[in-house]
């Protein structure tokens, strides 16, 4: 293909001018409504960006959760809060000269960054020529993000799984003690005004995505097990699934969906899915090897690879489908 | 010769798209504007779907491809009609013409 640098500047220019655009207009919009779709555009126009950069896995994610959860989750706290009354005003003198201030600081802090996809950029004269030579032999695994990101970083990912579940609890916990002080039971789970009901009552609304919704959930499992061989893994299948849930969740009422898997359950899938992680980096170490290291899980080293590889993902995706899950329940409680 | 389908294929998407933007951003109230944003949706993604098609050059990537127009092309128009439904159902009035505002019931 002739000019592709060319094309990629060009729809880099385009994109990046839109992000701006956007982001400014939700700075001077007033309601929250607007704001929030401006957001989930916000997110579409990265999701393109990152797909411009190669970065499809990341794509996946920022569809998921920028563009569906998150907004959902704010639409769900904008239709059961009074609307607060936002006042667009100019920003004060002193706001602006920070603003500036830390901006100009940040380009200046650009200035020593290598550029883009320069090969001679010290982050990649370290670590990751051993990456890319080696990590096909010694994982055995075709995707070099996936044995970085499972195997030679597990503890990093497996901070970033905490991080998750600690998140996704701290909100449970915040939610739950605004239903218990309101003394409405606990399991309450809020019925829709008049209008959202209507949107439940579609019949062609219903009719699509009920046949939509299983082949979302079926390209999360797709993207979960084949996360080895091209782009995705545990986090990127937990956000699809998870928003697949959701969206049943938003087409037939989210009442429905604790009949589908109950709240104690996505709860425990949450806690599940960091033990599994922990639990294989503890049976490396009764194997004898180090923590998280799975080259002793089975026979040979690249077998022990994927199977710890397997299961850690396994995992990553339990605690993070879970917890969006548990969030969107939590958030249509009753709130009084 | 597939290059060349392609690309006429990809201009004729992209004026649609364009008309459709132009219509999204002129016509007079929401369900005219629904309409522009429609034809984007329908029309000029399909063509431009069409347009890759010609394009992709391998079984794999035309198979991608085409399933992606699946979805599109059952997706598009459920979006559009939920957000007219919507429309009807919070209490926008279809203007029949331009003079006289017709109010109607979100069911026939």
Known sequence: ?336 | MMTLIGGGLLCIGACVVLSGAVGLLRLPDFFCRLHGAGVIDTLGAGLVILAMLFLSGSIIIAFKVVMIGVLLFILSPVTSHALARAALQSGLTVRADRTENRQTTGRD
């Open chain 1, 1 to 336: 293909m002739p000019n592709i640098g060319l094309i990629n500047t060009v729809a880099d220019i385009g994109l990046l001018a839109m992000l701006a655009a956007t982001a400014v207009l939700m700075m001077r919009s007033q309601s929250p409504l607007t704001i929030t779709i401006l957001s989930g555009i916000y997110s579409l126009i990265m999701c393109t960006l990152f797909v411009v950069l190669d970065a499809v896995d990341v794509a996946f994610t920022e569809a998921a959760v920028g563009v569906g959860i998150a907004s959902i989750l704010i639409l769900c706290v904008i239709k059961h809060k009074d609307e607060p009354n936002l006042q667009s005003a100019w920003p004060s003198g002193l706001s602006i000269c920070l603003g500036l201030g830390v901006g100009v600081l940040a380009v200046l802090g650009t200035a020593d960054m290598a550029m883009y996809g320069d090969p001679l950029a010290p982050v990649h004269q370290h670590l990751a020529p051993r990456f890319l030579g080696q990590s096909p032999q010694e994982t055995g695994i075709p995707n070099v993000v996936t044995s970085v990101l499972a195997s030679y970083r597990g503890y990093d990912t497996l901070g970033e799984v905490v991080v998750i579940f600690t998140a996704g609890i701290a909100v449970l916990l915040l939610l739950a003690g605004e239903t218990r002080a309101d003394g409405s039971g606990q399991h309450k789970v809020l019925t829709f005004p008049a209008g959202h009901s209507e949107l439940i009552a579609n019949p062609v609304l219903k009719m699509v995505l009920s046949r939509i919704i299983p082949i979302v959930i079926l390209f999360a499992l797709y993207v979960q097990f084949h996360g080895d061989y091209g782009p995705g893994g545990g986090f990127q299948a937990g956000v699809i699934f998870g928003a697949g849930l959701i969206t049943y969740g938003l087409l037939c009422g989210p009442g429905k969906l604790p009949g589908l898997i109950s709240e104690k359950g996505v709860i425990t899938g949450m806690a599940l899915g960091v033990l599994l992680y922990g639990a294989v980096g503890v049976s490396a170490l009764i194997c004898g090897g180090d923590f998280l290291d799975y080259s002793v899980l089975s026979d040979s080293q690249t077998a022990g690879q994927h199977l710890g590889i397997f299961l850690i993902e396994l995992g990553v995706g339990m605690t993070v489908a879970s917890t969006m899950v548990s969030l969107f329940i939590s958030f249509n409680r009753d709130w009084g």
